[in-house]
């Protein structure tokens, strides 16, 4: 039977198709291709410094970092390297400047990959051959990490600052030589502080390779300066297909970084959502203190991996539509709240009442989710006025 369209528009799940990237393997992580989007931080211990380091990998795989990078300046924290690879339940990715000696090292390492930086490593093209032997042996990707700030010096000299052409020029340059040794196991990235400039390098570069990319707008800044100048960069590339992995950097504890970088992708709708408040910004019309609320139950459901979707709204205006639409919700007014469980009301509260009633109810949900399978997906809790 032939399905009749009743002119309904359909609502899109993604704003665009993802560039066709070739695939690179990082460890147990696929990035590129059809895989995933992946988030990925850094971490802030001195890599020779194994237990802390090790300390701050599994609080990060825990909040939800899929790769993590260590930085090796020096022989100890070269040396430090294979134990923390070998243990980590990430993969792990060396990150190398200026010494070749140590991509070498990292590589022996079973570093899952290594970042170089060909603008500040010493004679690094002279080198190239050298590092995909190695790499191709071991089985090891590179990423090409062209950084504003450190950019090629003859790049510099040809475009007089480092604009959107000179790092995209950079990164393919160094692409080419290791393309001259039959290597391609690269994934590339072109950072800028700028996310004008940023956003437009990578297009540039998304249009003439078909090498994973990885995203970064580079010393974005505090947490909400960088977390807004990240979203925006990174939205402005994943809405038109153009991202495989990303980086949050912050001027914050590297769990922040996993945090922004998972909300952006789960706000883009590619990664499966989780818990998702839907609260309103309040206004004279509010019955309740909606910050309190949405706050108190927030904190209340945190960590919660299922994609409940909850309502908290602040008075009858919006506040039962919105908590109809929401697995769970509350609409407020006059000193109660109206409980709305899949668009039904099940029961008014007081205003007392109402944190620990929605808690109650939306682990109730989360349990019968659990039970039907539903791990991931569609988020459906919010706050409505
Ligand atoms: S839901 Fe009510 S309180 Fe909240 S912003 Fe809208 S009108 Fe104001």
Excluded at 38 to 61: F, N, P, Y
Excluded at 155 to 162: E, F, S, T, V
Excluded at 166 to 188: M, N, R, V, Y
Excluded at 359 to 380: H, L, T, V
Aim: with cysteine; charged share 20%; hydrophobic share 40%.
């Amino acid at each position: 039977m032939t399905a009749i369209s009743l002119g309904i528009p359909s609502v899109p799940t993604r704003l665009a198709e993802r560039r066709k990237s070739r695939q690179i393997q990082v460890g147990t992580v696929a990035v590129g291709g059809d895989a995933p989007v992946s988030v990925q931080s850094m971490t802030t211990t001195r890599t020779s410094d194994i237990g802390a380091t090790l300390q701050q990998i599994a609080e990060l795989t825990a909040s939800g970092c899929q790769i993590v990078r260590v930085a090796c300046p020096t022989q100890d924290d070269a040396d430090a390297l294979s134990t923390i690879a070998r243990k980590s339940q990430i993969p792990v990715i060396a990150d190398i400047h200026f010494q070749p000696k140590y991509v070498f090292a990292a590589i022996e390492a079973g570093c899952a990959a290594v970042r170089v930086n060909p603008g500040n490593i010493k004679q690094f093209d002279d080198k190239v051959k050298e590092i995909a032997r190695a790499a191709k042996d071991h089985g090891t990707p590179i990423r090409i990490g062209v950084n504003a700030g450190s950019l090629d010096a003859r790049l510099l000299k040809k475009y007089g600052k480092a604009t959107p052409e000179a790092l995209a020029e950079s990164a393919l340059w160094e692409a080419s030589l290791f393309e001259e040794h039959g290597f391609q196991d690269i994934k590339i990235s072109v950072k800028h502080n700028d996310p004008v400039v940023m956003v437009e390098a990578y297009r540039q570069l998304a249009a003439q390779c078909d090498y994973p990319l990885h995203l970064g707008v580079t010393e974005a800044g505090p947490a909400f300066q960088g977390t807004i100048k990240s979203a925006v960069a990174f939205g402005a590339l994943l809405s038109q297909g153009i991202g495989d992995t990303i980086r949050v950097s912050l001027s914050a504890p590297p769990v922040e970084e996993v945090k922004v970088g998972n909300q952006i992708l789960e706000s883009l709708n590619l990664k499966p959502r989780r818990l998702e408040i839907v609260s309103c910004p309040s206004c004279g019309r509010a019955q309740v203190d909606v910050y309190k609320l949405a706050e108190e139950v927030t904190a209340g459901l945190e960590g919660m991996e299922v994609p409940l979707r909850v309502a908290v709204m602040g008075c009858v205006v919006n506040g039962p539509g919105e908590a109809r639409e929401a697995d769970l919700g509350v609409a407020s007014g006059n000193g109660k709240g109206q409980i709305f469980v899949k668009g039904e009301v099940i029961k008014t509260v007081p205003e007392s009442k109402i944190v620990e009633t929605l808690i109650e109810e939306a682990m109730k949900i989360a349990e019968q989710m659990e039970a039907d399978g539903i791990a991931s997906g569609e988020p459906s809790v919010s706050v409505a006025g």
